[in-house]
């Protein structure tokens, strides 16, 4: 009989506090306690008038782009501490894409800086967080 694979999502966008989750995560992974490790980036929906003028395919291929760009250092950083690491790229809200990732892959764990990016942010931890809390059912570890 073999053991379940425990899994972790590692939403990033370039954060230092997100660099930081990574390293959390990394660790967990060297002492094993998970034995994947999923790195998610969220891209922005792009609609109204771009929509309009540029077609699906080459906003497919944008996102993909931008999110492999914004995963290649985590990527790199994971597989220099010998771990492969899987990239994902979102589309849409980051908190209830995150959310959403976790659910389809299986995840266990979700592992993410307090703080990231974004402009808005809540009173005590960033609103992307505050988000992937109320949606998401599993552990979220939160790394600053």
Excluded: W, Y
């Excluded at 985590?74 to 597989?79: D, H, L």
């Excluded at 809540?122 to 505050?130: A, I």
């Amino acid at each position: 009989m073999t053991s379940a694979k425990h899994k972790l999502l590692v939403p990033s966008d370039g954060s230092p506090n997100a660099g930081r989750a990574l390293d959390h995560a990394i660790g967990l992974v060297r002492a094993g306690f998970a034995d994947e490790l999923h790195l998610l980036n969220v891209q922005p929906s792009v609609g109204g008038a771009v929509a309009t003028f540029v077609g699906r395919a080459e906003i497919r291929s944008f996102h993909h782009d931008e999110g492999m760009k914004a995963l290649a250092a985590p990527k790199a950083r994971a597989e220099q501490a010998g771990i492969a690491a899987k990239p994902h790229i979102g589309v849409g809200t980051p908190g209830p894409t995150i959310a959403a990732f976790a659910r389809e892959l299986g995840c266990d764990q979700i592992v993410m800086g307090t703080r990231g990016l974004g402009a808005a942010a809540g009173l005590l931890l960033g609103s992307v967080t505050t988000e992937v809390l109320r949606q998401t059912d599993i552990p979220v570890t939160l790394v600053k």
